[in-house]
């Protein structure tokens, strides 16, 4: 009976599924695939940053493997809004043939040309500038937008009517009623599509840990006006290079105390040009203060905002508290604002960075001192009004580490949602919407497991580095190598050469020749005797591992080569 | 006029100097040294855990040259608690000939006595166990204790009477009205120093950035409650297995609770059964559950205690959040209370396990969710109140980074300490105490700047390792390296075997046979004409750093190697 059941189950052929390639049990690199019938609609395609454990990755992209596959089914990619989690995956799909439309608003359209241009892919993308109020048809799927408050000018929502029903998705957002831009999140377009029913809300959790909500951004204007009427040097500000809605609220309190600006630091110099020329920043760009005058002006005439707010290496904040930065020094009076909270994984840098400030004699206020920084993303209140609104009858939190997710579906429960209607899934475990249950009903049942893991982009190599080089990485960061090189002759196995040693990161060879003195007899020791080849390199490897161990209580990766000349 | 009196100045020999080996500037292996002609007394020898960039190291402890140089000047260690970052180095300073009397309080003792054991040197060292009310005269120093609150039993700060006046070291402290063990800082002693004069203030700057005073430990109770009258499973605290105050606590909760502590993870095995011995804990040690009786026995009857609050790799709690912990397997149902913060540079760690254990189904509490801990270090009123009690002379901020440093000099500052009283100092940077001024008061100068960096303890190998093998690690880590070997005819120059190519961390040499092939050729090109060795080896360094960068955008470490045979 049961098993019946289950057999009419299966026979009926899902309406639509939802496929998450990122950001689901894990930060960053945000993908979501809608597919119906053949039909894809992606949203969003974003990298992530590599964690402590990915040794030498520069970035990593989504394993995009199911679109890749079907890329003439692709009928459109949807980009939520500019930040790297969200967009800087695409180039990668560009250069993999993705030739779909791809659309968002104009900002981060302008930043994602800057990317496919630097990647020579600019002429092979299909782009299109979109508002809020747009409404977009791609195959079967009805895209419409909502205005979003976030970290990013003009980001946006999306809800996409599917033969299923409506989809809701979030992306980064929060409620905030006096936002910089001054346009809050559209909160009557999801009361509207609420009232009209939604079948699945997909909603952020970055801050499924916060109560209550996130403060307003007007509470970092407070502090703004504070630090400008207080301070008597230069002010100096740093954030994320994305973080226009900051630049902007520096332009305006600055503008009021008689400060002028100035900007440092590659990226955000890029991305304020380009802020002013598609008028997302209330200032010209003439205004902007030169390297000059940032140091000759008095220093209450002056603000800069710079790269930096996360202690990264090569930023120009990190550059100015180690003392050399090209263009600018710090000096006694100065004040620094890192306008951030370290991302887990960064504290180190980031407190490095304000010991290193305190040392050049500025003065610094960081978030564990005062209101600095306001988080893009909303908190618990945040995602109890979006469910208010939304009233969905799925629910599926995106955008978080397990733990978010975890705690944003329970949060769902208390809410009023049914357990069975919430679903707690990662990258890769999809979901599918049909008529399961025989009726007119839509339900949502768990799909097949695809594989998306991480690519790894290192330098050029895209996707060639996986677990074993990585674990050799680790291996060598922690205990070195030591290469042994003999060579015998090929006609009567005799050693001519050797034992040669190379060794780094195990000692510290010129301070250490005896012991390499002792490592190379120890190996003389085993291979006195003639030998296959193989059986050399065992031998070696063996009496190099022990040597090491007992001698010095390491477990550097030994590589013997026998060579026969 | 100036000249003169400053070579007058001069004249003057202090008859004290304060040393920091450790934990100014830095959080970790603390270590203070007092000089008073030709007598030292050591307070504290620490150690401290690597940083990221510390690759494979295992350990820090300070370099301590200037004591190694006079250690029969040494008149007394004196160990204010058992804290690793206290006590962690002491072994290494007995091993280098240290047999000056060590004098701590009987817990402190008991687990350096474990170390010592460890290492084979408990013969070594000359242990003297000490009570809050104990008064020591060591050569020209009399030292006296006051018993503090920490998250260590039976801590003590430090009073010592020396030429030049009395000196007071808080160590690491907090003012609690409601301690676990019912013993609040000694107040009364601080009071009375003070009122007798205090040259020298040295204070805790741990939490300098938090306003007002820390927690009660009383409110982790409260949690406790509140988790053990809620929860109908089992539940599994987890903090450092030295914060047997917290053990403490959970075993006084559980008893009201009808539950049975069981405890799990090796340094909190010993460490309890230490404490029990030592009449720390207030449990016999058979009431302990058993491995088995913590599976069998109804979940809402056992509490259970284990190493892991921080995500470290190899202890119980994160072996049991990956599902392969030898003796304990999570289940449906089972409460996680991982009582700590996560230091910085752990989040990564700690956040992982956190969602581990969402994975195998516990319920989870952590810091963001609750009051699950509070620190053992006070807050800026606490800081305000020791200020108040002590009234210095000078103060010099310590265990810190440079920033909580800075904050704390300034919050002294705020307090009324003039500007030039108070000294913000580093490792290895000396204050001087003397009759400087040519009258009877005691003034403070700043000394000469002592070599004060790490040692790095590797394996067996202790200071061995310094920046160069470091940075190999770095680079090993990130790029991974390639050796390139080729044999030539020692008599005619033909290269008679190779290139020959090793790599690890570079590519995946399995799935890259081509690549490697033509980094072969790109050898073979620049090394077909005869040349001395060291040529050749130039040659291919160049040729493969080249080929490497170009063809896949990557900088391995390149090793090239020319043998004659």
């Known amino acids: 009976m049961a098993k019946q059941e289950q057999s009419a189950t299966e026979a009926v052929a899902p309406l639509l599924r939802v496929i998450p390639l990122g950001g689901l049990g894990e930060i960053g690199k945000n993908m979501l695939v809608l597919e119906s019938g053949e039909n894809l609609l992606i949203i969003d395609a974003g990298l992530m940053f590599p964690t402590s454990e990915m040794h030498g990755i520069d970035i990593v992209i989504p394993d995009g493997t199911y679109v890749i596959d079907r890329l003439e089914q692709v009928r459109g990619v949807v980009l939520t ?34 990317k496919l241009r630097e990647q020579k892919l600019l002429g092979e993308a299909d782009l299109h500038v979109i508002t809020a109020d747009d409404v977009i048809e791609l195959g079967p799927f009805t895209v419409e937008f909502f205005h979003t408050t976030h970290s990013f000018p003009d980001s946006v929502g999306v809800s996409v009517t599917t033969p299923a029903g409506r989809i809701i998705h979030t992306s980064d957002y929060r409620f905030d009623p006096t936002p910089v831009d001054g346009r809050p999140t559209e909160e009557q377009k999801l009361r509207k599509w609420g009232d009209e029913g939604v079948l699945l809300l997909l909603a952020d959790s970055t801050n499924a840990e916060r109560r209550g909500s996130t403060d307003s951004e007007a509470t970092v204007e407070t502090m703004l006006e504070e630090v400008m009427s207080q301070a008597e040097g230069r002010i100096l500000l740093a954030t994320f290079a994305s973080n226009l809605g900051r630049v902007q609220q520096v332009i305006n309190v600055a503008r009021r105390h008689g400060r002028r600006l100035g900007v440092i630091g590659r990226s955000m110099v890029n991305n304020v040009r ?63 604002v890192l306008s951030a909270t370290p991302i887990p994984g960064n504290e180190e840098l980031f407190n490095r960075t304000v010991d290193n400030l305190f040392r050049q004699g500025a003065n610094v206020l960081y978030h564990e001192l005062g209101n600095v920084h306001v988080s893009g993303h909303g908190g618990q209140d945040d995602y109890i009004r979006m469910l208010d609104l939304t009233r969905p009858r799925y629910f599926v939190p995106v955008h978080g580490e397990y733990r978010h997710l975890v705690l944003h579906a329970r949060l769902a429960e208390r809410w009023g949602l049914p357990k069975d209607r919430i679903f707690v899934i990662e990258d890769g475990e999809t979901l599918e919407f049909g008529g399961f249950a025989g009726d007119s009903e839509m339900t949502a049942r768990r799909g097949e497991k695809l594989e998306a893991g991480h690519v790894y982009v290192d330098g050029l190599g895209v996707g060639d580095i996986g677990n074993v080089v990585l674990r050799d990485r680790k291996q060598l960061s922690q205990e070195g190598f030591i290469v042994c090189i003999i060579a015998v002759d090929e006609y009567d196995g005799e050693i001519i050469y050797g034992p040669e040693i190379i060794s780094r990161g195990f000692v510290y060879m010129r301070e250490q020749e005896d012991l390499i003195r002792r490592a190379q007899e120890a190996v003389s020791k085993v291979v006195k005797k003639k030998a296959p080849t193989a059986v050399l390199e065992n031998k070696i490897k063996d009496a190099l591992g022990n040597f090491a161990a007992r001698e010095i209580g390491r477990r550097p990766m030994v590589l013997p080569l026998v060579i026969e000349v």
């Open 81 to 114: 809004h500019g930040h790297e989690d969200h967009i800087g995956a695409l180039p990668y799909f560009v250069e993999q043939g993705l030739r779909a439309p791809v659309y968002a608003t104009a900002l981060t359209q302008g930043l994602l040309e800057v």
């Open 274 to 336: 380009i802020a002013i020329k598609l008028g997302y920043l209330d200032i010209a760009e003439d205004e902007l203060l030169t390297a000059g005058e940032m140091e000759s002006l008095p220093g209450n005439q002056v603000v800069i905002v710079a790269t930096g707010s996360q202690g990264e290496p090569t930023s120009a904040m990190v550059r100015m508290s180690m003392g050399d930065h090209r263009q600018l020094a710090l000096r006694e009076g100065d004040t620094v």
